[in-house]
């Protein structure tokens, strides 16, 4: 499972096709336990967002969410190990105010 607040990840990947960054919602791309093989072919198409046709996909939004697992589960944010499962994610639309000079 991803959690996106914009369209793109790693190099140039349209992970979250719908994710904007302003609408105060969290986009979730869930990917359906599969085989490696089938996922393996399914990797050439986050580069077009073409992914989310597939069956192994799942597309959520929400403003909030909670995951709770019985076992901890490591909690990768951007890359980086930043703990460990259960967490709670609360959006707050238009809260930050970004000021830059032109």
Same mark, same amino acid.
């Given at each position: 499972?991803?959690?996106?607040? !914009?369209?793109?990840?790693?190099?140039?990947?349209?992970?979250?096709?719908?994710?904007?960054?302003?609408?105060?919602?969290?986009?979730?791309?869930?990917?359906?336990? *599969? !085989?490696?093989? =089938?996922?393996?072919?399914?990797?050439?198409?986050?580069?077009?967002? =073409?992914?989310? *046709? !597939?069956?192994?996909? *799942?597309?959520?939004?929400?403003?909030?969410?909670?995951?709770?697992?019985?076992?901890?589960?490591?909690?990768?944010?951007?890359?980086?190990?930043?703990?460990?499962? !259960?967490?709670?994610?609360?959006?707050?639309?238009? *809260?930050?105010?970004?000021?830059?000079?032109?």
């Amino acid at each position: 499972m991803l959690a996106c607040n !914009s369209r793109f990840g790693g190099k140039a990947m349209i992970v979250a096709p719908f994710a904007k960054l302003n609408d105060g919602l969290i986009d979730f791309v869930i990917l359906k336990k *599969k !085989s490696r093989f =089938r996922l393996f072919m399914l990797l050439p198409k986050v580069f077009n967002g =073409r992914h989310i *046709k !597939s069956p192994l996909i *799942k597309l959520a939004q929400t403003n909030h969410i909670k995951i709770e697992t019985e076992i901890p589960q490591l909690l990768n944010i951007d890359g980086e190990v930043l703990g460990n499962t !259960s967490f709670e994610i609360i959006m707050f639309h238009q *809260k930050l105010n970004v000021i830059c000079e032109l």
